[in-house]
């Protein structure tokens, strides 16, 4: 008898693996039926899908339930903007650094540090003692100098007394002419000698003082370097004095930016997260740089900052300077949209009369002015980003809920009110 293939694999096996032919066979059955049941069930879903697509005239159709032709997108509640008196702000950032910041160093040579009084952070005033080095050897060398200007002075005395005998007897005839003439020379040679030993006690007296390091002014104490028993060199920094504590902001600003500024205009200054109460301040600018640096094209602002505990110099702000005071259309912030990197309001505009009741929304996109509070200062542009008029106080502005929205979508509005 002629075998078919499977029927002949089936008979090897069966001769060959009577104990697992059954298994591998019933596990190939039940793969291919599997397989048979999954093409079934594909051309049934192809089928069924592509008569659900198509309507009775033979058109694809949505799936999807869509809304209503005349179905408003959303309610919104719109304002219109007003005029008001704002400040236009520049924003500018910088590092705090002293008013005046005074360097102490050392002014006598050669001798070590014996005693330090100040640490940093210490309130000082005028002459106070920060530090002192050891005096022994100057101050013998002031009692040397002040011995040598007595010595000087007794000798003066007496070449004078001499020159006072001189001229009596001369009257007298008993002294000649010549006596007299190096009575008088010995008189102005002791007083010179006199006054350079003055002088020399002068100076021991300035070697003394120097010995002693006050400070120059009141002020706060922002560094020390000085360190006992180091031995001083003239010039070598030992102190930093921040005068009357005063600090001030630097802002740099493009030359455009700086010829916008000018000194008392108010800078609006806002602190670091945690700093204490207030968290801003209102500064003053001081003064504005002539002149812009050749590599960065920028310069200083000079903003008198009021006391605070949380100011440190070296520290880095965030200001907006307070540059002019102009009326301008004002809108809440919360109207403000921010799309593809422009910020923008929201305009809702009547639709046409057979859609009375409702609004088309249109974008607008916007210059922020100045802010003030909850408002901010606009000014409307074009598609391009350009200044142009597009905004008036008869427009009805969306006031919140903006991002929700997109040009062309219908609305339903509240009754506008001013602001």
């Not at 102009?326 to 929201?346: I, N, Q, S, Y």
């Amino acid at each position: 008898m002629k075998l078919s293939p499977p029927r002949f694999a089936q008979r090897l096996l069966d001769k060959d693996f009577p104990a697992i032919s059954q298994k591998r066979v019933g596990l190939l059955l039940g793969l291919a039926g599997a397989a048979a049941l999954g093409a079934v069930a594909a051309l049934v879903i192809s089928g069924g899908g592509g008569q659900g697509n198509k309507s009775k005239g033979g058109a694809e159709t949505n799936s999807a339930t869509s809304a209503a032709p005349g179905a408003s997108a959303l309610t919104v509640q719109t304002l219109r903007p007003a005029q008001r008196t704002m400040s236009q702000r520049l924003g500018a950032s910088g590092a705090i650094q002293p008013w005046r910041e005074a360097i102490i160093g050392a002014e006598i040579p050669g001798i070590a540090m014996a005693r330090i009084v100040a640490e940093v952070g210490q309130q000082v005033k005028k002459g106070d003692l920060l530090a002192e080095y050891e005096s022994a050897s100057v101050r013998a060398e002031r009692d040397q100098a002040a011995a040598a200007v007595r010595e000087a002075t007794a000798q003066a005395a007496e070449a004078r007394a001499n020159l006072e005998r001189q001229k009596s007897l001369r009257e007298q005839g008993m002294v000649s002419a010549q006596a007299l003439l190096a009575a008088e020379t010995a008189v102005s040679t002791v007083e010179a000698r006199a006054e350079s030993a003055r002088a020399r006690l002068r100076s021991a007296d300035i070697r003394l003082a120097q010995t002693r390091i006050t400070a120059p002014d009141d002020g706060l104490i922002s560094s020390r370097t000085a360190a006992l028993g180091a031995v001083a060199s003239v010039g070598q920094e030992l102190f930093r004095l921040i005068v009357k504590g005063r600090l001030e902001w630097r802002a740099d600003l493009t030359a455009e930016e700086l010829s916008r500024v000018q000194p008392g205009m108010s800078v609006d200054i806002a602190l670091p997260p945690g700093a204490a109460e207030p968290a801003s301040l209102v500064g003053t600018v001081r003064a504005v740089s002539p002149a812009v640096a050749s590599g960065s094209r920028t310069g200083p602002v000079l903003v008198d900052l009021p006391p605070h505990p949380s100011l440190r110099a070296g520290g880095f702000l965030r200001g907006e300077i307070r540059i002019t005071q102009t009326p301008m259309l004002a809108v809440p912030a919360t109207a403000l949209v921010l799309r593809d990197g422009f910020e923008m309001v929201l305009i809702a505009e009547p639709a046409e009369p057979a859609e009375s009741g409702f609004a088309r929304i249109r974008s607008v996109k916007v210059k922020v002015l100045a802010r003030d509070g909850d408002f901010v200062g606009i000014a409307g542009l074009d598609s391009e980003g350009e200044g142009a008029a597009t905004i008036s106080v008869d427009n009805n502005i969306v006031a919140r809920g903006g991002a929700f929205l997109a040009d062309g979508d219908r609305v339903t509005i509240a009754p506008a009110t001013a602001q």
